[in-house]
């Protein structure tokens, strides 16, 4: 079974300074990673996703990820955090489906979530 | 092209009380999966359906009950409502390796 851990409910950095989330996870199986972000009263969106090949992973917005294997650790990283940054990030992943297809957007395992506010 | 909906947006319910959710999937997406997402928590997995059939179902109460349509759309049903089945309920449409989440239904029970 996939778990996600995610640690620091709470992260409060400035304008212009490093924004470092951090996830770690656990899975029987190769992992797919996936880090979210939901702005208050809206849905989840896709900031980037590890699958397989290059273990460090860019997405939208400026943000990044790096997968390694020993560490069983996906953080999330943007160098210089905007105010708009501010958010929920929740990190996922995801498990193998049992039955075929073998698809692999089965469940989503989540984080307990990592409220980021970002000060003037 | 439109992501995926969801309907209601908002919806209150008193203890006892059934409710369907309904969503629709981006076109061309055969998946559709139901999340809970309780205030201050990460969702968790409900259901997944693919191609009409139950694929996968989390750990929740057989007061809840899920169907796909042949137009993939997808409605989610909870019986005898209980307190502590007000959250926020996501649903996603999902193509190969992603998940495309809509905006949610926002259940209150009193």
């Known amino acids: 079974a996939q778990s996600v851990t995610q640690l620091g409910s709470h992260v409060s950095v400035s304008e212009g300074a490093l924004v470092l989330l951090r996830c770690n996870y656990s899975s029987s199986v190769p992992p797919y990673l996936f880090w979210y972000v939901q702005y208050p009263n809206q849905g989840l969106q896709l900031l980037l996703k590890y699958t397989t090949g290059a273990t460090l992973v860019k997405g939208i917005n400026g943000f990044e990820a790096e997968f390694k294997k020993s560490e069983t650790s996906f953080h999330l990283t943007k160098p210089s955090a905007h105010m708009s940054d501010a958010a929920e990030y929740f990190c996922a992943v995801s498990e193998k489906g049992k039955s075929l297809p073998l698809i692999r957007d089965y469940k989503l395992s989540f984080g307990a979530g990592t409220t980021v506010t970002v000060r003037a | 092209d439109a992501g995926v909906t969801q309907s209601p947006t908002h919806l209150i319910k008193t203890r006892g009380q059934h409710v369907t959710l309904r969503c629709s999937p981006i076109s061309g997406h055969k998946s559709v999966s139901w999340y809970q997402q309780v205030l201050g928590q990460g969702p968790q997995f409900i259901f997944q359906?693919?191609?009409?059939?139950?694929?996968g179902r989390g750990n929740f109460p057989d007061r809840f009950s899920a169907r796909q349509f042949p137009n993939y759309s997808s409605e989610l049903n909870v019986n005898a409502l209980l307190l502590g089945d007000s959250a926020l309920y996501l649903c996603?449409?999902?193509?190969?390796?992603?998940?495309?989440f809509g905006p949610g239904t926002r259940l209150t029970v009193l």
């Open positions: 996603a449409s999902s193509y190969y390796n992603e998940q495309f």
């Open positions: 359906y693919y191609e009409k059939e139950e694929r």
